[in-house]
């Protein structure tokens, strides 16, 4: 069983920074591969990034390639999430996700476990 509670989200402005933290509990971290995906009101759940546990692979959605960077501290059992040139666009709730995924980590359906979620608000 493993835990995952997110947090950093917030009201920011357009161009503005912030930093999402996943933390997870469990002994395997380093092998899950870890995600981030987000859902805005009205709109279907939206893959923004992946890392894979063993080599720390890295998969972006096309809306967040370049100002996005995903990473992990498997000594820290914590996934961050670094979205650097916010836009209006970004604002939704960002979920963390954890599994052993073995075919493609940008597919929701290969993560086991999900995070409440935290909200992130970028206003114009």
């Known amino acids: 069983q493993v835990q995952l509670v997110e947090s950093g989200g917030g009201l920011v402005q357009a161009g503005d920074s912030l930093r999402l933290s996943c933390a997870a509990s469990?002994?395997?971290?380093?092998?899950?591969?870890m995600t981030w995906f987000r859902q805005a009101p009205g709109k279907e759940r939206e893959f923004v990034a992946a890392?894979?546990?063993?080599?720390?692979?890295?998969s972006y959605g096309d809306s967040v390639k370049g100002r996005f960077t995903i990473s992990r501290d498997n000594a820290k059992d914590t996934m961050y999430l670094q979205m650097n040139s916010l836009k209006p666009e970004d604002t939704a709730v960002y979920y963390c996700?954890?599994?052993?995924?073995?075919?493609?980590?940008?597919?929701?359906?290969?993560?086991?476990?999900w995070g409440q979620g935290t909200q992130v608000t970028v206003s114009s």
């Open positions: 996700g954890a599994g052993l995924v073995y075919g493609d980590i940008r597919r929701a359906n290969g993560y086991n476990y």
């Open positions: 469990g002994r395997t971290f380093s092998s899950y591969a």
């Open positions: 890392i894979s546990g063993t080599n720390a692979i890295t």
